[in-house]
T-cell receptor, first 115, second 111 residues
Framework: DTEVTQTPKHLVMGMTNKKSLKCEQH?????MYWYKQKAKKPPELMFV???????INESVPSRFSPECPNSSLLNLHLHALQPEDSALYLC??????????????FGSGTRLTVV | GQQVMQIPQYQHVQEGEDFTTYCNSS?????IQWYKQRPGGHPVFLIQ?????EVKKQKRLTFQFGEAKKNSSLHITATQTTDVGTYFC???????????FGAGTRLFVKA
């Protein structure tokens, strides 16, 4: 299995809702990432998990809360989002975040709309 | 902080013409990766360059890493409509493990 699976593919939520994005990989990768991508912009790093521990938080607002239950799963919990948070949320994995030399495998993303 | 600049922002070509996108980093890179994102899709890893002056080829695609490990290029020979998409370079700085994406070059190919 060489894929990163993200669910749901599309999500519309109100500003008072709580929702979660899910990501799963079975490639044995030990690093997992959340990226946010706005239209016509590059992916913007949000969080890095390495060996199931949060190693990078790019000053992301607390309304985004990541969770790594195990080495194959990554969640992003959403609460009280703003319309400007509408974007494509991409999950990615790589063999290791500490050693250079590993490309990222991206999931197909969750297209989030906050209304 | 570390920045990776990528040019051009857009490129329109006629099918069969060549295409090149360039990346420049403000600091020395440990490696550089290239990704392709089709319209409506997600980034797909193409290749990684690690060594100074490295050149790699994948069919019609040629990737180069500069001698100073601060710049890189992707050249596509005889573009096809299937080459349409945005090409991102992504640099990995020395001493850190964060990958910095360039702004991307959007390639449009007219049949």
């Amino acid at each position: 299995d060489t894929e990163v699976t993200q669910t749901p593919k599309h999500l519309v939520m109100g500003m008072t809702n709580k929702k979660s994005l899910k990501c799963e990989q079975h490639m044995g990768h030990r690093a997992m990432y959340w990226y946010k991508q706005k239209a016509k912009k590059p992916p913007e790093l949000m969080f890095v998990y390495s060996y199931e521990k949060l190693s990078i938080n790019e000053s992301v607002p607390s309304r985004f809360s990541p969770e790594c239950p195990n080495s194959s799963l990554l969640n992003l919990h959403l609460h009280a989002l703003q319309p400007e948070d509408s974007a494509l949320y991409l999950c990615a994995s790589s063999q290791d975040s500490f050693r250079v030399g590993y490309g990222y495998t991206f999931g197909s993303g969750t297209r989030l709309t906050v209304v | 902080g570390q920045q990776v600049m990528q040019i051009p922002q857009y490129q329109h070509v006629q099918e069969g013409e060549d295409f090149t996108t360039y990346c420049n980093s403000s600091t020395t890179l440990s490696n550089i990766q290239w990704y392709k994102q089709r319209p409506g899709g997600h980034p797909v890893f193409l290749i990684q360059l690690v060594k100074s002056g490295e050149v790699k080829k994948q069919k019609r695609l040629t990737f180069q890493f500069g001698e100073a490990k601060k710049n890189s290029s992707l050249h596509i020979t005889a573009t096809q409509t299937t080459d349409v998409g945005t090409y991102f370079c992504a640099g990995h700085g020395t001493g850190g493990f964060k990958t910095i994406f360039g702004a991307g070059t959007r390639l449009f190919v007219k049949a």
